[in-house]
């Protein structure tokens, strides 16, 4: 079992450049979530998704678009990335009911650097 | 304006000794609280959580404390081991939706 897989784990973009990045779980989680970690800032909510075809903005949505086309994968993309976009993403899941701890399942993070 | 707080980056306890990690909140409508447990280089792990309704949930060394009253939760790790060195996350779900951080805490537990 794999749950929550994101590629890639590293990549190095010039300012302009774009990209994506692709969140997969296995758990068939409804709820989906790229967060981005900043030195003291802890983890900011980038966009989010509540089922397959459906998406939302978070707290920090600007320079960023996702996709949720099938209910296992989340993308990320950057269509222009600038240097305040280098950071460490994350991608997680839960399920819809949350169980009783109502917790997140999180990948091992992406490390984006825009030169 | 942060809607949770984690006052103290960083934090050193001896092994063997309690940690005691803070959290403050502003948000009223957060249904559960939770920490989670970072390492460099890995995803944040699920430690444990209590709902908005309870004061007190134990999971073995762990323990969170909620105060609604003062919007306060606090993780008590007893006893401290050094495998515990790690970032803390404070974290709130806002009713079914959302989860809110805080910027952390990096505990220190010294041998």
């Known amino acids: 079992n794999a749950g929550v897989t994101q590629t890639p784990k590293f990549r190095v973009l010039k300012t302009g450049q774009s990209m994506t990045l692709l969140c997969a779980q296995d758990m068939n989680h409804e709820y989906m979530y790229w967060y981005r970690q900043d030195p003291g800032m802890g983890l900011r909510l980038i966009h989010y998704s509540v089922g397959e075809g459906t998406t939302a903005k978070g707290e920090v949505p600007d320079g960023y678009n996702v996709s949720r086309l099938k209910k296992q994968n989340f993308l990320l993309g950057l269509e222009s990335a600038a240097p305040s976009q280098t950071s460490v993403y994350f991608c997680?899941?839960?399920?819809?009911?949350?169980?009783?701890?109502?917790?997140?399942?999180f990948g091992e993070g992406s490390r984006l650097t825009v030169l | 304006d942060q809607q949770v707080k984690q006052n103290s980056p960083s934090l050193s306890v001896q092994e063997g000794r309690i940690s005691i990690l803070n959290c403050d909140y502003t948000?009223?409508?957060?249904?559960?609280f939770l920490w989670y447990k970072k390492y460099p280089a890995e995803g944040p792990t699920f430690l444990i959580s209590?709902?908005?309704?309870?004061d007190k949930n134990e999971d073995g060394r762990f323990t969170v404390f909620l105060n609604k009253s003062a919007k306060h939760l606090s993780l008590h790790i007893v006893p401290s081991q050094p495998g515990d060195s790690a970032v803390y996350f404070c974290a709130a779900r806002v009713y079914g939706q959302n989860f809110v951080f805080g910027p952390g805490t990096r505990l220190s537990v010294l041998p």
């Open positions: 948000n009223s409508m957060f249904d559960y």
């Open positions: 997680a899941s839960r399920p819809t009911s949350g169980g009783n701890t109502g917790e997140l399942f």
């Open positions: 209590i709902s908005s309704i309870k």
